[in-house]
């Protein structure tokens, strides 16, 4: 796609960098749907993804999401992965989440919500 901005300054800049990080973004998530499994590669051959399936207790579900979802876009960002809890998957007391990204990006997430799924209250 070819996306052609008209303005001067400070105006088309903003457009610019607006438009760049929605095709950043696209990009991203269109390599962390992780359909292809577990030993996922892009195209060039770059980066190794893949996802994790992890369990948490159901009730410890909102530490993890935080308000409005405000957590798990921060873990996200932060880690460099895709979070997707399964709320309708769940045995016993746990839900399912899967972790998307690289390998190092996804085992320390997995650590970190562990870590946060573990701290006193």
Known sequence: ???STQSTG?????????VQAIVNEEERDRGDRGDRGDRDQD???????GSMDIWVETSSLGRIIGKGGAKIREIERMHRVKIDVKKDIQEENETKVILIGTKEDVLSTRDYIYDIVDEEV
Do not use: T
């Not at 195209?43 to 993804?49: D, F, K, V, Y």
């Open 43 to 49: 195209l060039q051959g770059q980066i190794e993804r």
């Open 1 to 3: 796609a070819v996306v």
């Open 10 to 18: 400070e105006n088309c800049k903003e457009a610019q960098d607006i």
